[in-house]
């Protein structure tokens, strides 16, 4: 009976590819979402392929063009400019395509280095406790306290910006939201039956922590990463605005911004597109984990499976 | 809670806030000094070795390293972090002689005032707006003005501020000509910067207001009162806001200190002549002392906050342990 009904409750809790579906179906913003944040993984890996043009070469017969206008190559053919060209020239929609590689792949792999580092700090931190998670738990405070833009800022000044660079001190300034996050969460299964049971059997720490209680916090970890990666594609962009990540001739959406800004009054769409596309960038992702919030929250999950 | 125990509360934190700001200025201090001669930096390509060594001398880099950093502690005690060769200066260096130079403390306490006045003007906006924007969605959960509410708040909070801000620039400014594009100095001014800066933070306040109020509005009392025939939106606003105050005012000061570091960018964008402009300026010409002091302050700030906002915590939540 009892077996049964922890059976049951399993076939509840895993949520399967076609419920997911179904909950997207039912918010057409969220579906929004992930279909521009599909396009936008694609036009990140593919650039190479379908930008028109060459992203970084300039060209002298097409300086300024605005949207949708026709202009000569720089080896005699025709090049048609959807959204227009900037200052030197280059086609904006292949410098969008190739932003978008540089912007998601800092939000990307930082997310991924510094969400490892801090979900094994804060498990390790809240399972062991004692002087371990003193140290680590103060570290994290400290971290905490300094605004990471800041740090990032400085931190840029001193060693170069650069994308390594920026994906580097990103980690290093964000590991620690994951580690207070997976620190409670782990903090309140330490003393739970199934953890005990399996203390008691004589499993390992290892893998008391890794296959017991690690599986209890992907969701909110989910959520948060999602937020990250849309906090740390703003934060690459403003700092390649202010100068102190990506560098020139570097196709990043910052830079484009802060390129277009010295022409402002004659070419709207140099700051227009690229700006656009960190915010929309940025919106998907904060819709996306507004709704992986609600649909991974067991309480609010009838809302979406009757 | 007594107020023998606030008081200990607060001392703990403050020398906790203030290990931490040494801890922070002394890993500024260690890197300032890897990143080449100050000295040579000042003088750029000009003068003799021994302007380069009475250069040094001035600026104390002949010390011992462990002088200069005695000197840099004391320095952050009494607010000074020496003089600056370089920001500002009209004629950096003239043959023959020293390069002028200039105390780097007035230089950014003049930038404080400008930064105060556009945090403060952000978030006051941005609470007025929050507030009732939140207690409004709140009331009427899952209707097609609630989900509006939910989508324009995600909308401000992915906002690109800088971006907006030219946008706002060229419309009101360039365009409409309503608004100056830039500069201090009258209300008009503070206009556009602050709007550009409040749309972040009244998306991430007014969905804290939602969902704090959400969770509030579901308990008991609540019910009891509705049952006895006062209108929702009325235990809403005086009851329940007051319940669910503690996370709001945790959001309220956590964007306050998102706001001090948005200006940094903001700041360049409108040349208002505040601290973050000054820090960028500062960090792009490599004026060490400037930099120091600069990072200091803003440090200072978002350490003060978070402090006040502890603070307030404690005294609005009884159930708060003072630890």
């Excluded at chain 1, 390790?124 to 406790?129: E, M, N, S």
């Excluded at chain 1, 989910?222 to 102190?244: D, W």
């Excluded at chain 2, 200190?257 to 300026?281: H, K, Q, S």
Aim: charged residues 15%; hydrophobic residues 55%; proline residues 5%.
């Amino acid at each position: 009976m009892a077996a049964e009904v922890a059976a049951g409750e399993e076939r509840q809790a895993r949520i399967s590819g076609r419920d997911l579906v179904r909950a997207l179906m039912r918010e057409p913003m969220a579906l929004l979402a992930v279909l521009f944040l599909f396009c936008l993984a694609l036009a990140a890996l593919f650039a190479d392929w379908i930008a028109p043009y060459d992203p970084l070469m300039p060209n002298i017969f097409s300086g300024r063009l605005p949207p949708l206008s026709e202009a000569k190559g720089m080896t005699g053919d025709i090049q048609f400019h959807i959204l227009g060209t900037d200052a030197l020239g280059r086609d904006m929609l292949t410098r969008l395509l190739y932003g978008a590689q540089a912007s998601v792949s800092v939000g990307v792999i930082a997310v991924a280095a510094s969400g490892t580092i801090g979900t094994v700090l804060g498990l390790i931190a809240g399972y062991y406790g004692g002087r371990i998670e003193t140290f680590i738990m103060r570290t994290v405070d400290g971290v905490m306290a300094v605004p990471s833009l800041l740090v990032a800022l400085f931190v840029l000044f001193l060693i170069g910006g650069g994308l390594f660079n920026m994906i580097l001190i990103f980690t290093f300034v964000r590991w620690v939201v994951y580690a207070r996050l997976a620190r409670g969460i782990t903090l309140s299964y330490r003393e739970s039956s199934f953890v005990e049971a399996a203390r008691a059997i004589g499993a390992r720490d290892s893998r008391i922590i890794f296959r017991h209680i690690l599986p209890n916090m992907i969701s909110p970890l989910l959520v948060l990463a999602t937020l990250e990666v849309a906090l740390l594609i703003l934060a690459e962009a403003g700092l390649s605005f202010l100068g102190f990540g990506l560098q020139p001739p570097a196709p990043s959406w910052g830079l484009m911004v802060a390129r277009g800004r010295e022409y402002l009054r004659e070419a709207w769409w140099m700051i227009t597109f690229p700006g656009l596309a960190i915010f929309l960038t940025t919106l998907s992702l904060n819709l996306l984990a507004n709704w992986l919030r609600t649909i991974t929250d067991p309480l609010q999950r009838w809302r979406w499976l009757i | 809670m007594t107020s023998n125990m606030v008081v200990q509360f607060i001392a703990r934190r403050t020398v906790a806030s203030i290990i931490l700001l040494v801890v922070v200025m002394s890993a500024v201090f260690v890197a300032d000094r890897n990143i080449g001669d100050p000295a040579r930096m000042v003088l750029g390509d000009t003068g003799t070795e021994e302007d380069l060594l009475e250069l040094r001398l001035r600026m104390g880099l002949e010390d011992p390293w462990l002088v200069q950093y005695g000197r840099f502690l004391a320095g952050m005690a009494t607010f000074n972090f020496g003089e600056t060769f370089r920001y500002g200066i009209s004629k950096p260096f003239a043959h023959g002689g020293l390069p002028e130079s200039r105390e780097t403390l007035p230089i950014a306490l003049d930038r404080l005032p400008a930064t105060f006045v556009l945090t403060s003007v952000t978030i006051a906006l941005s609470v007025l707006i929050a507030l009732p924007l939140g207690i409004w969605a709140a009331v009427r959960p899952r209707t097609l003005g609630d989900r509006l509410v939910n989508v324009l708040s995600l909308a401000g909070v992915s906002i690109v501020e800088y971006w907006f801000a030219l946008i706002l620039i060229l419309l009101f400014a360039v365009r409409l000509d309503w608004l100056p594009t830039s500069g201090y100095g009258t209300a008009a001014h503070v206009i556009l910067p602050a709007l550009a800066l409040s749309l972040r933070p009244i998306g991430r306040i007014t969905q804290i207001v939602r969902s704090a109020m959400l969770d509030e509005i579901a308990k008991p009392y609540v019910t009891a009162a509705r049952g006895r025939g006062i209108p929702l939106s009325r235990i809403a606003a005086i009851h329940a806001l007051k319940n669910a105050s503690i996370p709001i005012v945790t959001t309220i000061g956590d964007e306050t200190i998102n706001v001090i570091t948005g200006v940094i960018i903001i700041e360049t964008v409108f040349g208002w002549p505040g601290i973050g402009a000054l820090t960028v300026d500062a960090l792009k010409i490599r004026d060490v002392p400037l930099i120091e002091a600069t990072i200091f302050l803003l440090v200072l700030m978002v350490l003060c906050i978070n402090l006040i906002v502890d603070l307030l915590y404690a005294v609005l939540n009884p159930r708060v342990k003072l630890g």
